[in-house]
């Protein structure tokens, strides 16, 4: 975004998200309408794919939607030409509404409705969102690009858990990122066969894979420093000092969605986030 393009948003007086958030399932959130409609109820009830047809177009199924978030809203109350609505997290951006789901998909009683989560379009466009705390009025050019910013000297904790990050979601993106920094965190404040601290855990054999001695990347991994993992270090930080928030729901499992078959330990369990290519549990013991 150019100067010009955010004095233009300055003078819209728009209502700027805090965030983007990953989709936490049974989390209450709101889908928001042009005009003066009141915010719609959304319940996020799980992940789907479903063919799509344009309004006008009946009868003939126009596209495919991959992995859509389903919402359960009780009544119909979105009408066409909503499609595009933001649906909301408190103040953070969940997802974008993008029409009505095929009537009981995921057995869904009532009226419900397909959104694709933020995190992924936000992902795919290689876009940051335009937040609630940009000053865009009174933006100017900077004279000249900053110098990229020198790391403070990574403690050791600190660095595996950077590591860690890096090898398991370094193209996830900030929340993608932020969620593997959550799971280990989460897994610290429930000791178990996994490990008590920081350090047990990232390593644990069989764990996290990027730690396994077969995994492609390990040599890599291992020569990372701290001038080499500017953003995972930063989340490492925040997280240790228990200071990032936690958008996955208490999560201490996870899993990628590209894997031929979901592991063991997830049948019968259900998922309580999916954040960019990773399918989050909070419920395994």
């Keep these: 975004m150019d100067l010009a393009q955010a004095h233009e948003l300055a ?38 794919s479903a063919w799509m047809e344009l309004e006008g ?6 596209y ?22 933001p649906v909301m997290e408190g103040n953070r951006l969940a997802a974008m509404y993008i029409g009505s789901a095929p009537s009981g998909l995921l057995g869904v009683t009532g009226w419900a409705g397909l959104a694709v989560p933020m995190v992924r379009i936000l992902d795919w466009c290689k876009a940051d969102l335009v937040l609630s705390t940009a000053d865009l009025a009174t933006l100017e050019k900077p004279a000249s690009q900053p110098a990229s910013p020198i790391p403070a000297p990574a403690a050791s904790t600190e660095l595996t858990l950077a590591r860690t990050i890096w090898g398991e979601a370094r193209g996830e993106g900030q929340d993608g990122m932020t969620a593997v ?6 897994r610290v404040k429930r000791p178990r066969y996994w490990g008590r601290n920081v350090d047990e855990v990232c390593l644990k054999p069989y764990q996290f894979s990027c730690w396994n001695q077969g995994d492609p990347n390990l040599r890599k991994l291992q020569k990372l420093n701290a001038p080499d993992l500017l953003q995972p270090l930063s989340l490492a930080r925040a997280a ?14 996870y899993y990628a969605r590209n894997i031929p078959k979901p592991p063991r330990w997830a049948e019968n369990h259900r998922p309580c986030a999916i954040i960019g290519n990773h399918i989050f549990y909070n419920d395994i013991a």
């Design 181 to 186: 920094a959550n799971v280990v965190m989460n």
């Design 57 to 62: 177009n009946t009868g003939v199924l126009d």
């Design 240 to 253: 240790i000092a228990l200071q990032l928030p936690d958008i996955t729901g208490g999560a201490t499992h």
């Design 11 to 48: 003078e819209q007086d728009l209502q700027l998200p805090d965030g983007a958030v990953g989709i936490n399932l049974q989390r209450l959130m709101e889908v928001r309408t042009c005009g003066d409609s009141a915010p719609v109820t959304a319940i996020a009830q799980g992940f789907a």
């Design 64 to 85: 495919q939607i991959i992995d859509a978030m389903v919402f359960a809203a009780g009544q119909q109350s979105l009408v066409a030409g909503d499609s595009g609505a």
